[in-house]
């Protein structure tokens, strides 16, 4: 599960550029082995309106094709919906297994 915060903006930081940097160092470790697993984005501070967040959330979803749920993790939003889904993964997995 990547965690990335929906509204960075300080030295032109972006949820988008956060999550290549990560996928990046997936890709390094080990032969990216970890990458072979599902995965699943959780976009923090959704409560934070003035930062644009429904922006920056749109073009994370338009440039990465991964499940993904915003969440407020200060707030308590979202976070059923994140369980629930990796839930679901960990099960699917098992099935797969």
């Known amino acids: 599960m990547y965690v990335l915060d929906g509204s960075v903006s300080d030295d032109d930081r972006t949820p988008l550029k956060d999550y290549r940097v990560l996928y990046r160092e997936l890709q390094l470790y080990k032969g990216g082995i970890l990458l072979q697993k599902p995965s699943l984005i959780a976009l923090n501070k959704?409560?934070?309106?003035?930062?644009?967040?429904?922006?920056?959330?749109?073009?994370?979803?338009?440039?990465?094709?991964?499940?993904?749920?915003?969440?407020?993790?200060?707030?308590?939003?979202?976070?059923?919906?994140?369980?629930?889904?990796?839930?679901?993964?960990?099960l699917d997995a098992k099935k797969n297994d």
């Open 46 to 90: 959704s409560d934070r309106k003035y930062t644009n967040f429904e922006q920056r959330e749109a073009v994370l979803r338009k440039q990465i094709h991964a499940p993904m749920v915003s969440i407020s993790a200060k707030e308590g939003t979202g976070l059923e919906l994140l369980l629930e889904q990796l839930r679901e993964m960990v």
